[in-house]
């Protein structure tokens, strides 16, 4: 069974400093793999999608890669801002049918300090 | 706008008693799937549906039922038989090709009384 693992748990930055984000799953045959990101009390607001064929996936100040070969996905968020305080789950998607069925990791909660 | 809504917000539930939760997509997505969510916990699948009037169970099913009666539509169950209920539930839909990105509405936390 595909495990997702998200180090740490919790991380605090000043801000404008970059943010690191990690994830790993143990089954490296993965259709695709899907950052997002929650606010408290909120729904998920997908951030990246990166499909098994890609290596990374960009947008503005986000930066996601993938190595399946190692069971790794990290994500970047360059010049944190307080308002990219929140929680981010990474998920992974299960091979045998794709239909969008996410594996989960419990998350990084990030504060971004002023 | 496009996009998953949620009612009600907050559910309170007796001992005994079965409560519904309504999930609507406009998306004109094929598949939608609810989740469970707990303090500190990723989330757990629920039940998922990838056409009308056909679902499958997840991860956690026992004690939740579901229907797909319309595309739009995919209302969760919390019966009597789940003993654990009090969680954030959300429901999400993607489009018909595998994969492709989830949309989730903003949840619902069911209480129990």
């Known amino acids: 069974k595909q495990e997702v693992t998200q180090i740490p748990a919790a991380l605090s930055v000043p801000e404008g400093e970059n943010l690191v984000l990690n994830c790993s799953f143990t089954?490296?045959?993965?259709?695709?793999l899907q950052w997002f990101r929650q606010d408290p009390g909120k729904g998920l607001t997908s951030l990246l999608l990166i499909q098994s064929s890609q290596r990374e996936q960009t947008s503005g100040r986000l930066n996601a890669s993938l190595d399946k070969s190692s069971g790794r996905s990290t994500l970047y968020i360059a010049a944190s801002q307080p308002g990219d305080s929140a929680t981010y789950l990474c998920a992974v998607s299960r091979t045998t049918d794709s239909w969008g069925k996410f594996q989960f990791g419990a998350g990084t909660q990030v504060v971004v300090t002023p | 706008d496009g996009g998953i809504t949620q009612s009600p917000k907050y559910l309170f539930r007796k001992e005994g008693q079965n409560v519904t939760l309504s999930c609507e997509q406009n998306l004109n997505h094929d598949a939608m799937y609810w989740y469970r969510q707990d303090p500190g916990q990723g989330l757990r699948l629920i039940y998922y549906?990838?056409?009308?009037?056909?679902?499958q169970k997840g991860d956690i099913a026992e004690g939740y039922s579901v229907s797909r009666e319309k595309k739009e539509s995919f209302p969760l169950t919390v019966t009597s038989a789940q003993k654990n209920p009090t969680a954030f539930y959300l429901c999400?839909?993607?489009?018909?090709?595998?994969?492709?990105?989830?949309?989730f509405g903003p949840g619902t936390r069911l209480l129990v009384l």
């Open positions: 549906s990838q056409i009308v009037n056909d679902f």
């Open positions: 999400a839909s993607s489009g018909r090709t595998g994969g492709e990105t989830q949309y």
């Open positions: 089954d490296s045959a993965i259709y695709n």
